[in-house]
T-cell receptor
């Protein structure tokens, strides 16, 4: 069945460091891919999405590219801020949603 | 507000009791999803409604769990004979249609003593 595997955390970075959170997926069809973020004390929010191969999703300085050949959707940001501290979830949708286990990111000043 | 609303935000009850969790989706969203999230895990799919019908209930763990959406808007997740292992945050999400990005509620934290 469909599934998502993402890099385990926790991840701790200094402010302005480069961030990569790896995500790979298994799917029988052609799913859409998403990154959701959960800030402390808040609900899940959509961060970015890509609906087909080679699409790049971007938002708030974060980017992820849908790579069909490597079945990956890695999340990147060039310079993280303290306010980016949160838990990040990779997800895929082929009508049902499948979420990864989440990666906790802490950014220290 | 305009977002997905879940009530109650917290529920504490004793083992063996019956509980109902309510979800009020964004107006006009035809797809509604229930998930369960345990500590340190991602949301685990339970059931998905398209309109009034359950399009996919393959994630419900056993027959103690049931959900309805009688008028295609508000949904209720019902758990009978609760067990301590049912303790988790239950999340509801809605989207304009299936496969589109979901908007999540803040969840109901269920604790079974």
């Amino acid at each position: 069945g469909d599934s998502v595997t993402q890099m385990e955390g926790p991840v701790t970075l200094s402010e302005e460091a480069f961030l990569t959170i790896n995500c790979t997926y298994t799917a029988t069809g052609y799913p859409s891919l998403f990154w959701y973020v959960q800030y402390p004390g808040e609900g899940l929010q959509l961060l970015l999405k890509a609906t087909k191969a080679d699409d790049k999703g971007s938002n708030k300085g974060f980017e992820a590219t849908y790579r069909k050949e490597t079945t990956s959707f890695h999340l990147e940001k060039g310079s993280v801020q303290v306010s980016d501290s949160a838990v990040y979830f990779c997800a895929l949708s082929d009508h049902q949603f499948y979420f990864g286990t989440g990666t906790s990111l802490t950014v220290i000043p | 507000g305009a977002g997905v609303s879940q009530t109650p935000s917290n529920k504490v009850t004793e083992k063996g009791k019956y509980v109902e969790l309510r979800c009020d989706p964004i107006s006009g969203h035809t797809a509604l999803y229930w998930y369960r999230q345990s500590l340190g895990q991602g949301p685990e799919f339970l059931i998905y409604f398209q309109g009034t019908g359950a399009a996919d209930d393959s994630g419900l763990p056993n027959d103690r769990f049931f959900a309805v959406r009688p008028e295609g808007s508000v949904s209720t997740l019902k758990i009978q004979r609760t067990e301590r292992g049912d303790s988790a945050v239950y999340l509801c999400a809605s989207s304009p249609n299936s496969g589109q990005p979901q908007h999540f509620g803040d969840g109901t934290r269920l604790s079974i003593l």
